[in-house]
C-alpha cells in the first residue's frame, strides 16, 4: 500500500479560530500554522483561487512547516474558466472593463499568458523545499466531457509541467453512463491524476464518489453532505460532521485506493468550525496513516 497523508483544506477559515481547536499560545499565523502541521502532513491551500499568491507569502509558508511537510495548491480561478474578479488581477493584467468579473477571453492573450507565468513562479519556494504535493485544478460545474475541454487538461498537465496536477471534474456528464470508464482511461493514459470528491448527491452539480487511481498520485476530496448544500452560505453549505461509522466505512475504500497508487492525500473539505481537523484526526487513526 502506498503513502497516505491526511489533511484538511484550511487553517485559517475564521469558524476554524473561533472553535477553540488552536491553543491559547497560538494566536499569529506562523504560530497556527506550525501548530497546524504538527498535527497533519498536508493541507490545501484554498486561497490561491481566489488571488495569485506573492512569493514571499509562499515562502513564509516553506520556512515554518516540517521538512515533510506537504501543499496542494487549488489554482487560480482564471485558470480553470471560473468567473475571476477584476480586482484579483494583478493591476498591471486587468483589462478596461466596468464588469467586476472577467473570464480568460476577457483578457488580452498576453495578460493571459502573464497570468499563467506569475502563478506558477509563486509556487517556486515551495517547489524548492520538496513541500508541492499537486495544483489542484477544480473545474466548473458547466466544463463538459466534450473534446476542447479534454485537450485544456492535456494543455494544464503540460504548462504546469513538471510539477504534478490534479484533475477535479464537477460536471455529471464526465461519469454518465459509459463516460466514466472513458474519463478514467483518459486520464490514465495522460497521466492525469484524477480527484475524487465525496459529495451530496440528487444536485445539478452532483457528481458520484467514483474511486480509482489514474496516475502515481491519487486524491479524495471530502465536501460533506449537508443538507443546505444549495445555499450561499459556505459555512452552512460545507457544515457537516461526518459520523464515526461514515469514516469507518471510508477507511478500507482508502487503503484499497493507497494499493493503486504510490501516493494518496485524503483532504477534509468540511471546512466549519474544527469538523475538517476532527474528521482528518479520525480518519488518521482509522488507517494508521502517517
Not at 161 to 174: K, N, Q, T
Request: aromatic share 12%; proline share 7%.
Amino acid at each position: 500500500m502506498g503513502e497516505i497523508r491526511v489533511g484538511t483544506a484550511s487553517w485559517t477559515d475564521s469558524t476554524l479560530l473561533a472553535s477553540g481547536w488552536y491553543p491559547e499560545t497560538a494566536k499569529t499565523p506562523e504560530e497556527r500554522l506550525r501548530y497546524y502541521a504538527r498535527k497533519f502532513p498536508l493541507v490545501e491551500v484554498d486561497a490561491t483561487y481566489y488571488a495569485v499568491p506573492a512569493e514571499s507569502t509562499v515562502e513564509l509558508w516553506a520556512a515554518r512547516t516540517p521538512k515533510d511537510f506537504v501543499f496542494n495548491i487549488k489554482a487560480f480561478s482564471m485558470l480553470t474558466g471560473h468567473p475571476t474578479k477584476v480586482s484579483a488581477l494583478p493591476k498591471d493584467l486587468r483589462p478596461e472593463t466596468d464588469k467586476p468579473n472577467v473570464y480568460p477571453d476577457g483578457l488580452r492573450p498576453q495578460a493571459y499568458e502573464e497570468v499563467w507565468s506569475r502563478f506558477l513562479s509563486a509556487l517556486d519556494p515551495l517547489v524548492e523545499a520538496g513541500k508541492l504535493g499537486m495544483v489542484l485544478f477544480q473545474f466548473p460545474p458547466w466544463f463538459t466531457i466534450r473534446r476542447d475541454n479534454k485537450q485544456y487538461l492535456i494543455e494544464v498537465a503540460k504548462r504546469c509541467a513538471p510539477l504534478r496536477v490534479g484533475i477535479e471534474l464537477r460536471h455529471e456528464s464526465w461519469f454518465k453512463d459509459d463516460n466514466a470508464a472513458e474519463t478514467l482511461a483518459f486520464l490514465r493514459e495522460h497521466r492525469l491524476p484524477y480527484v475524487c470528491v465525496d459529495m451530496p448527491q440528487g444536485h445539478k452539480n452532483s457528481v458520484p464518489p467514483v474511486l480509482a487511481a489514474t496516475a502515481d498520485l491519487a486524491a479524495v476530496r471530502f465536501h460533506g453532505h449537508s443538507d443546505k448544500w444549495t445555499s450561499r452560505d459556505i459555512h452552512e453549505k460545507f457544515g457537516y460532521l461526518y459520523s464515526p461509522r461514515e469514516l469507518k466505512d471510508w477507511a478500507p475504500k482508502l487503503r484499497e485506493l493507497a494499493g493503486e497508487a504510490e501516493q494518496t492525500h485524503v483532504l477534509m473539505n468540511n471546512c466549519y468550525s474544527d469538523y475538517a481537523q476532527r474528521n482528518a484526526s479520525q480518519l488518521i487513526d482509522l488507517l494508521g496513516a502517517k
